[in-house]
């Protein structure tokens, strides 16, 4: 029903708790729903802390051009990461974003441009083609190392939070409305396994030949 581009593997455990002395992280476990009760895809989950600077995860990521198409449909990095945009259709493909998180345009090109577009600002990026204007994709940035995607059965997990109190989010890039936040606490004794029902309104596509 919604798109969904490579399955991730998931854990089948759900709320794991892992603690060591002087440390204590979780592993959480989330279930994104529509407002029929039917799993959703491509959801971004994250949680941001309540207090304290998170740590810096990976600030690296690779958005493809694949059959003149991007793939993956939706992406989620921190603040401060350098995003690759390799070609690798046998066409050149002109990639831009007017988003207000990021303004940039790739002028055409084949292969992979020498330098990576970093994403510095919080925020919704769109991302289109000016020769193919099928060609769609979102971006979701945000200041947290703790993210993940929901898979095709609506699951996704949060691993490695240190104990504390968290603001729990989902983004869906077709949802209507925006879905409250849920504050959550981590540490022993904890819930560990979370709810998310999303309005969506997936975008009428048109008929475009490749």
Excluded at 62 to 75: A, G, M, R, S, Y
Excluded at 160 to 171: I, K, Q, S
Aim: aromatic fraction near 10%; hydrophobic fraction near 40%.
């Amino acid at each position: 029903m919604y798109r969904h581009r490579g399955a991730s593997l998931k854990r089948s455990v759900y709320g794991l708790l892992v603690c060591l002395p002087l440390l204590c992280s979780a592993q959480l476990g989330i279930n994104v729903t529509d407002a029929s009760g039917q799993p959703v895809a491509d959801a971004v989950i994250y949680a941001e802390a309540l207090s304290g600077k998170p740590p810096k995860g990976k600030l690296v990521a690779t958005i493809d051009q694949i059959d003149k198409e991007f793939v993956p449909l939706v992406t989620v990095v921190q603040t401060g990461t350098a995003i690759r945009f390799p070609n690798k259709d046998n066409i050149r493909h002109n990639i831009y974003s007017f988003s207000p998180a990021k303004v940039f345009d790739l002028k055409l090109y084949s292969g992979t441009p020498a330098a990576p577009i970093v994403f510095d600002k919080a925020g919704q990026v769109v991302l289109g083609c000016n020769i193919h204007d099928w060609m769609v994709a979102y971006l979701l940035v945000v200041d947290t190392p703790w993210f993940d995607k929901s898979d095709a059965k609506g699951l996704a997990s949060l691993v490695g939070l240190p104990t504390g109190d968290y603001l729990l989010r989902v983004w869906h890039p077709y949802q209507s409305t925006e879905a409250p936040a849920q504050k959550i606490k981590v540490g022993s004794g904890a819930e560990s396994r979370f709810v998310f029902r999303l309005k969506l309104a997936p975008p009428t596509t048109g008929t475009h030949a490749k």
